[in-house]
């Protein structure tokens, strides 16, 4: 069924139709019309010029940025390396204080070891069997902490390093081959047994 038209800005005649002049399309309005109230056959001409209104058309969506890709490296673990400093290098006898010479052999170790390639370093100080056995490991501790700072200082990371005193626990000479007599002597024979040793463990990114 045909929907009636809406007549209520028009007047209309007893019958229901428009009121209107001779000219086709040209009804006579009420008080209540308003362009909104506008209808065929009335009006024809004001609702051709009405404005079509289009809706917007829905906005387009955005793409989605694909996530970065984030790439791991892939480590796998240096063979150990020790590294034997001479006691007598790095300190005077029965001293704990660094020499000249024992500072320009550890600058060169942090420099190798300071790039953060390594991830454990382990410092163990020996000494020689000269003096009490309890004499000779607070000695050998001194001087692998004071080895220990001298690398932190030197931009070693201080979480990757630790100090050891081993006293004489450990010797690399014999009582055979050092047998006593003349202290001069016996301190020429037991060199190698004063010593610090370095151990160092690390990783290294895999090549691809």
């Known amino acids: 069924m045909a929907q009636a038209p809406d007549t209520r800005g028009y007047l209309l005649d007893g019958a229901g139709a428009f009121v209107g002049s001779a000219t086709p399309g040209q009804c006579w309005h009420n008080g209540a019309w308003t362009p909104a109230l506008a209808v065929a056959p009335c009006d024809a001409v004001l609702m051709a010029a009405a404005p079509v209104v289009v809706p917007p058309a829905p906005a387009a969506e955005k793409p989605v940025a694909a996530a970065p890709v984030v790439v791991t490296p892939v480590l796998i673990p240096l063979p150990a390396q020790r590294l034997n400093f001479s006691a007598d290098a790095l300190f005077a006898f029965d001293k704990s204080v660094l020499s000249p010479t024992g500072m320009g052999m550890l600058d060169d170790l942090a420099k190798e070891v300071s790039g953060g390639t390594f991830d454990a370093i382990h410092v163990r100080g020996y000494t020689d069997r000269i003096g009490t056995a309890a004499y000779n490991q607070k000695l050998s501790l001194r001087r692998a902490t004071v080895v220990s700072d001298y690398l932190v200082s030197k931009g070693v990371a201080a979480g990757s ?48």
């Open 161 to 208: 390093i630790d100090a050891y005193g081993e006293g004489e626990s450990q010797p690399l000479t014999t009582l055979a081959e050092c047998p006593g007599g003349k202290r001069t002597v016996l301190i020429e024979c037991l060199r190698r047994d004063r010593r610090v040793e370095v151990d160092v463990q690390g990783t290294k990114a895999a090549t691809r």
